[in-house]
């Protein structure tokens, strides 16, 4: 037997990017976006906080970029530095979604 009632439920309706508040929206309905996460455990000086920051592509690569610079500056005069160059961050490329994946 089926019984048919109305439920209300909630869900994502946008992500807007938590710098320049652009949506993230595609025309399908998807969502095209980076998360930068952090949860700081004991002995950290923000113990116990849980941060999480949505950002559209434009401002994930710009912030990116900077983190980049930011390394490549701390490594300046170093001997043994780690190479400041390559993709920071990236785990794999040409890895694209499919339906049904």
């Known amino acids: 037997m089926k019984i048919i009632g109305r439920v209300e439920i909630e869900a994502v309706t946008d992500v807007r990017c938590d710098v320049c508040d652009d949506s993230t929206r595609l025309v399908d309905g998807n969502f095209q976006y980076g998360t930068l996460q952090a949860h700081w455990g004991y002995g950290a000086s923000h113990d116990g906080e849980r941060y999480e920051v949505h950002l559209c592509e434009h401002c994930f690569f710009s912030t990116l970029a900077y983190l980049k610079q930011e390394r490549r500056v701390s490594?300046?005069?170093?001997?043994?530095?780690?190479?400041?160059?390559?993709?920071?961050g990236l785990v794999s490329k040409n890895d694209f979604f499919r339906d049904g994946d």
Do not use: Y
Not at 77 to 88: H, I, K, N, T, V
């Open 75 to 88: 490594n300046l005069f170093e001997d043994d530095s780690r190479s400041p160059e390559g993709d920071l």
